[in-house]
C-alpha cells in the first residue's frame, strides 16, 4: 500500500541519519495519513499538521529555525 511504501521511506531515511520533518497541509490529526506524518517524522515535534494558510507559514518557519540551530551546532 502507499501507506506502507511511505514508511519504509521514511524509515530507510532515519536508518541513515538524515532527520525527516514532515507537513500535511490540512490532514486530519485523528486519520491514518496523520499517523504516517507522525511515524515517519524523526521525533514528534518534526511533525507538521497545520490547519491554515498561516499556520502552514508556521510550520515551515519553525523548521527553517530548527534547520538553522542544526547547522550552528555543528
Known amino acids: 500500500t502507499a501507506f506502507a511504501q511511505a514508511e519504509a521511506l521514511c524509515d530507510g531515511m532515519k536508518n541513515q541519519n538524515i532527520l525527516v520533518y514532515t507537513v500535511g497541509f490540512q490532514v486530519p490529526s485523528s ?20 490547519a491554515s494558510g498561516a499556520d502552514l507559514t508556521d510550520a515551515f518557519k519553525a523548521i527553517g529555525r530548527d534547520i538553522t540551530r542544526l547547522r550552528i551546532s555543528k
Do not use: V
Open 31 to 50: 486519520g491514518p495519513a496523520a499517523q504516517i506524518m507522525r511515524n515517519c517524522a524523526t521525533e514528534a515535534d518534526m511533525a507538521f499538521l497545520p
